[in-house]
C-alpha cells in the first residue's frame, strides 16, 4: 500500500468537517433552548404586567382563577429573575455567534473538499497550508463552546446521532 498525503488531507478535512457540523449542532440546539426560555419569559412577564394586573383583580374575584392568576404571576415574577440571573439574552446571543461561526467554517472545509474531488490531483504543499489554516480556525472556535446549563449529554448524544444520520457514518 503506497502513502499518498492526498489520503491524509482528504481525511483529516473530512474529520475537522464532522467536528465543526457537531459544534454548530450542538450551538443549534442551544439556541433552540436558550430562545424558549426567552419567548415562555417575556409572555409571562408581559401578561403579569401592570397593564394586565387589572386582568389579574378581575381575575382575583373568581375563586378558581384566584389560584391560577397567583400561580401566573408567581411562575412570571420567578421565571423573570431567572432569565436576568442566568443571562439568558446574552447566553442567546453567544450561542447565535459560536453557531454562526461553525456554519462559516464548515462551508469552507465543504468547499475545500469539493475542489479537492473536482481536482484529485491537487497541489499537496498548497491543499496542506490551506487545510492548515482551515484547522486553526477550527482550534480558535472550539474553545468558545462554553459549558452551559443546558448543555446535556442527552443534547450532545442527539446531535452527534443527527450528524452520523445525515452524513451516513455508522459507529
Not at 123 to 137: F, G, K
Request: aromatic letters at 12%; a negative charge.
Amino acid at each position: 500500500m503506497t502513502y499518498d498525503p492526498r489520503n491524509v488531507i482528504w481525511n483529516n478535512s473530512f474529520n475537522t468537517y464532522y467536528e465543526s457540523f457537531y459544534y454548530e449542532t450542538v450551538a443549534d440546539k442551544l439556541v433552540d433552548r436558550w430562545q424558549i426560555i426567552d419567548d415562555i419569559t417575556k409572555i409571562l412577564v408581559a401578561a403579569t404586567a401592570s397593564g394586565s394586573v387589572i386582568s389579574g383583580w378581575a381575575l382575583w374575584q373568581t375563586p378558581d382563577f384566584k389560584i391560577v392568576w397567583i400561580i401566573i404571576a408567581g411562575a412570571g415574577a420567578l421565571l423573570s429573575i431567572i432569565h436576568a440571573s442566568l443571562g439568558v439574552p446574552s447566553r442567546l446571543k453567544d450561542w447565535e455567534d459560536v453557531k454562526r461561526c461553525f456554519v462559516t467554517l464548515k462551508v469552507a472545509l465543504e468547499t475545500f473538499r469539493h475542489r479537492m474531488e473536482i481536482d484529485p490531483q491537487f497541489p499537496v504543499d498548497e491543499y496542506t497550508d490551506e487545510y492548515i489554516r482551515l484547522r486553526t480556525q477550527f482550534g480558535e472556535l472550539v474553545p468558545r463552546q462554553k459549558n452551559d446549563i443546558l448543555l446535556t449529554d442527552r443534547l450532545r448524544l442527539r446531535a452527534q446521532k443527527e450528524i452520523d444520520d445525515k452524513l451516513g457514518v455508522t459507529r
